[in-house]
């Protein structure tokens, strides 16, 4: 057990159960959801967007719950990852601080999400633990 993340973009909400992404180059559309990234223990990431999803009206022990994207979004988990100001997050199953080892990721991760949202997708973040 632990806390596993996971992040995707999707043509709409509530497609988690179809996880693995399939392009229909004829229609020119997502079939399903791709994942842009996949974490393993990084509590302080997930406390930032536990944090984002109170901040979006929400409430609970986020877990399991589809939390939807924006742009300015990104831009805030940028600025977060880049002057290490992720909050400090610890939990039962979470593990330890992950940071440093997964900053490149992080990185990478919002710059995907960015180029699936030009490219009309949506971006979800959700988590199991």
Known sequence: MGLDQYAYSAARAGQWDDYHAEWDRSERLVTKPRELAYWRKHPNLHGWFHQLWNEKGNSGSFNGDELELTWDDL???????????????????????????????????????????????????????
């Open 75 to 129: 831009d805030r988990l940028e600025q977060a990852i880049r002057s290490a100001e992720l909050p400090d997050t610890s939990g039962f199953f979470f593990g330890r601080d992950a940071d440093i080892e997964y900053r490149d990721r992080d990185l990478e991760f919002v710059r995907l999400a960015r180029a699936d949202m030009f490219l009309g997708l949506r971006v979800f973040y959700n988590s199991s633990w």
